[in-house]
């Protein structure tokens, strides 16, 4: 079965960077893309960006750009995502997410919670 | 910036139906596949309705999705108290080159 499994709860200092890590299994890895979602305290999902597992590539949303990098190891069926300069705002739950081509998100992972405080 | 508009919340009693509505823009709802999300408190979002109105294994026919334009709608019949949750739409904005999620909408069963 499909599951997506990601690393645990981080805690960093502002200005610090943090990498948060999505293990695949059940499937095979390249053949779906994974995109990351985000959900502060108490407000809505928000999209942060998306790896093709084939090839590598990359597209992020504009609000994150220069401070955002996802990749990924095939060898190991995972994909990262990297979040740098942090601030107070960018506490929330992180989600890596299966795409489907039809654009739809099947299988998601647990969640990392990723509080940045002083 | 939030370019899909959703009620911040509907309610009903328990087996009523319940429609929550998903507003968008030829970029986005317009010329791409709706999906639904339905996220219990304290879980991850799990998806309800793909292709604006196909339900995957396992979900109920309760569930229901239908779109019309710019604007998608998903329902709820038969509403139980396991259906309080936060629900979101989402969908590709080709405009912005992103992904789009709605502002979520929360339903209470009185």
Redesign the interface.
């Known amino acids: 079965q499909v599951q997506l499994v990601q690393s645990g709860a981080e805690m960093q200092k502002p200005g610090a960077s943090v990498k948060v890590s999505c293990e695949a299994s059940g499937y095979t890895f390249t053949t779906y893309a994974m995109?990351w979602?985000r959900q502060a305290p108490g407000q809505?999902?928000?999209?942060v960006g998306?790896i093709n597992t084939g090839n590598g590539n990359t597209?992020y949303?504009?609000k994150f750009q220069g401070r955002v990098t996802i990749t990924r190891d095939t060898s190991a069926s995972t994909v990262y995502m990297e979040l740098s300069s942090l601030r107070s705002e960018d506490t929330a739950i992180y989600?890596c997410?299966r795409f489907?081509t039809?654009?739809?998100?099947?299988?998601?992972?647990?969640?990392t919670l990723v509080t940045v405080s002083s | 910036q939030s370019v899909l508009t959703q009620p911040p919340s509907v309610s009903a009693a328990p087996r009523q139906k319940v429609t929550i509505s998903c507003s968008g823009s030829s970029y986005n709802i317009g010329n791409n596949f709706v999906s639904w999300y339905q996220q219990l408190p304290g879980s991850a979002p799990k998806l309800l309705i793909y292709d604006n109105n196909k339900r995957p294994s396992g979900i109920p026919d309760r569930f229901s999705g239908s779109m019309s334009g710019t604007s998608a709608t998903l329902g709820i019949t038969g509403l139980q108290t396991g259906d309080e949750a936060e629900y979101y739409c989402g969908t590709w904005d080709s405009s912005l080159s992103t992904w789009v999620f709605g502002t979520g909408t929360k339903v209470t069963v009185l």
């Open positions: 995109h979602v809505r999902l928000e999209w998306w597209i949303s504009q989600y997410a489907r039809s654009y739809y998100f099947d299988f998601w992972g647990q969640g």
